[in-house]
């Protein structure tokens, strides 16, 4: 019998139920030799003990008799096997099937399948593989990674001739369509190596990108060595140590995410990344060893990423051979352009450091310029790891760096490529810091490197014209800014101490400071960058977490902003900022939000409203004027309009833009009889890509409890709440809305559905929803404790108050109960998501319309603790 490391030996004759008890204990004993084994002779070790019970069934299914071989392809065919990968098998026969073989085949599959083994296979002639071959690449990759198992030794040696003769892809045909296989994949993966969940094979950087490297070596040099590649100059030993550093520990990953999941996965799922962590011998306590781990991990994918890019790329020239087709032209003594590449002219290139900094100034120089030649990716990387000191420590380095933020196109690809290639991470010795640096939650999608890159092209994207009309007010802004650079700058800095520790607001201040007196910045070039990295965050939170309606709150931010100047750097930076945090982030109705701040605090800056009492009733007289209006232009009378508007309270015009006043008013002026009531309208006129729910209805009890269950029932979530009454006895409730995606709800079959069900509810014919939707899978890895503060006001009849908890479904509904128990009013709110964790701002009151004392604000605390936190 054959024997694997492990000492597992297949028994005589072989059960059911002793190959499984066989592949438990070989499960457990990898489990445990995955502590401290080689990660490579685990994954062949797992191989050979396969192998030898494909050996042993071939036997028992007398399968010997048979003109048969059997080969393993695929990634079986590599020899080396994860604890649930598939096993993928060839059935090689010559001529017509017996009808005994056929059977024996069938009895073969069905003994593994019955021992739990993932197996996959195909019985196939010769002439069957050349035809699926030729028609499809993913089986003629498939077919080039086979390995003799057993059978017969003469069709296994014409199998191995076809490949090397007969292959129906020549190299050209295989290398293009690898390569359109790898765009097609990247792309699904939104071209990011940087996802929160990465699949270990198939993201950008992962095993596959390593893999089709080898394919496209193993189709052109015939060889199943990797180190080929080497003698036929196409990488260094040095990279090719480097690549299968990055794969061994890709695999120490999967095999530990295997183990974990107890089942083939390959989504590094936050549920098991702390399981995978501590297999992996990360020893940080709480979230601190999954961004240790992730860290390592991003930084392996982005070196595969880079070495992918540029073996590619050396294929591409050597199997295309165009080279001497494009177009080329000297920059100077160093570079050239090559096509739509930049190349070195020669292999000293990088021999003074700043020409380093004077390569990224080339290609900003010149924007046809698309990709750096694979040579000179290669002379960069070799520069790079001969450089012993930040390059910011060379006089010439620092002139070069600012030089670059202060070219019109320096923030463009001149800028990532500095990124990519680690050069940034070698000027900036605090970028070196965050380079792989993870946030364990659901709102940071990306490392804080890359997310700070990504703001960065958010903000150069303001310059584009093509861009001008997606963010108006940002181009606008960039078009007059004097020193755009200040911006760049504040963007690079304004995360960079996240990680050490503390603030990293205060921390990255610090830092900013430094570099404006190493650059030799003006001292108020300096007191900008380093305010607008303190402060990069207030604008973000007083516009969805604060009353902007509210002068006092706008009176107060203006304080802190001080100059019009801040306003609009900051305004720009809280842009970028929030896009390039989440790609779900951003909606119309945050858009709005900042915008409507921006004005504001503008206005009053500029000292445009001299009080905040006069700048409300300025606000009031407008859109009521606006309004009359649009209603005037509808056929309603002054005297109607005026009657119906006596009833309303002046908070309500304040809150309210004209065109919402005049639909809410044109459609309560259409009410004849309280029995139809609850009036519903939903819509969008505010025109800020959200739905608005709009409820008018009799006094009603608790009706913000009734309608966030009913939202929750839906998949709604609300974002903005103004709870107003009437003189009279009537409640105008206003929602802002949107659905699981960000997207609004357009569809007319659930505007209806949403319509009756708020009716049945509000009118008593049905209670509100109660059930519990089950927690998310993304949530379940966190923990986020309750917690509420109140927010100092001067107002003395409300009481605001912040609350932080694990989001979920139905927790605005459970908030809304807990009040309702405590006879308490909601009379606002505004909901923040942060990735898992809900960001709340109630404004309430006690039913005789106060605010609440300390022994009220201690019961509301204590109640809204203990029902959130028990789930």
Known sequence: MSASVSGITWPSPLTIATGRACLERYQHWSAEAFVTADIESLLRDRSVMIDALLQQLWQHFELTEQPLTLIAVGGFGRGT??????????????G?????????????????????????????????????AQADVSVATSLLEQRYICGCADLERDFRQFLHSDFPWSSSEFYEAKQAEQDQRHTHYHSTSYNLEPNIKSSPGGLRDIQTIGWIAKRHFHTQSDESLVQYNFITAAELLELRDYQEFLW???????????????????????????????????????????????????????????????????????????????????????????AAQHDDVFAQPATLLRFFIAIANHPEVRYVRAHTIRLLRNARRELTHPLSDDPECRQLFLQLLRHPNGCGLAFERMHRHKILAHYLPQWAQIVGQMQFDLFHAYTVDEHTFRLVRNLYSYNDPALADDFPLCAEIMADMEKPELLYLAGIFHDIAKGRGGDHSE????????????????????DLIAWLVRHHLIMSVTAQKRDIHDPEVIATFAETVATVERLEYLYCLTVADIRATNSSLWNNWKAALLENLYSATRAALEEQQPSAQRQVRQRITEHKSHAMALLLSAGYTVQRIQELWSRF????????????????SQHILSVTDDDVLPLILIGDENRQGTTELFIYHLEHEHL?????????????????AQILATRDGFVMDTFVVLQ????????????????????????GRRPAPSGQRRLPRRLRSFKVPTAVTFV??????????????????????QIARVLQRLELNILAAKITTVGEQAEDLFIIATEDNTALDDEQKAQLRRQLITTLDDV
């Not at 002046?650 to 809410?664: C, N, S, V």
Request: hydrophobic share 40%; with cysteine; proline share 3%.
């Open 81 to 94: 096997l994860h604890p649930h990968s598939d096993i993928d098998l060839l059935f090689l026969h010559q």
């Open 96 to 132: 017509p099937l017996s009808a005994q073989a056929s059977a024996a085949i069938t009895q073969y599959i069905q003994f593994l399948w019955d021992l739990h083994l993932d197996v996959g296979h195909s019985v196939r002639t010769l002439d069957d593989c050349v035809r699926e």
């Open 252 to 342: 120490r990953i999967r095999f530990a995410l295997h183990l974990e999941a107890n089942k083939k996965e390959d989504r590094l799922l936050f549920d098991y990344q702390p399981a995978v962590a501590a297999r992996m011998g990360y020893n940080e306590t709480g979230k601190a060893a999954v961004e240790a781990m992730m860290k390592d991990y991003f930084n392996a994918v982005v070196g595969v990423n880079e070495l992918n890019d540029m073996l590619l790329q050396f294929f591409a020239q050597t199997i295309l051979s165009n080279a001497n087709e494009l177009e080329s032209y000297a920059i100077d003594a160093n570079f050239k352009v090559l096509g739509k590449s930049i």
């Open 507 to 526: 921390l990255g201040e610090h830092d900013a400071r430094n570099f404006g007196l190493q650059h030799q910045l003006s001292e108020a070039d300096t």
């Open 649 to 664: 309270t002046a908070d309500y015009f304040l809150r309210h833009q004209p065109e919402q006043i005049a639909w809410h």
């Open 704 to 720: 913000f409890a009734e309608v966030a269950a009913v939202l929750d029932n839906q998949n709604l979530s609300i974002h903005d």
């Open 740 to 763: 699981d995606d960000g997207q609004p709800l357009t569809e007319p079959r659930r505007i209806e559905s949403l319509k009756q069900d708020l009716h049945d509810v509000l009118r």
């Open 792 to 813: 100092p006001s001067k107002k003395s009849h409300r009481t605001a108050f912040e609350l932080t908890a694990l989001d979920r479904p139905g927790l605005i509904a």
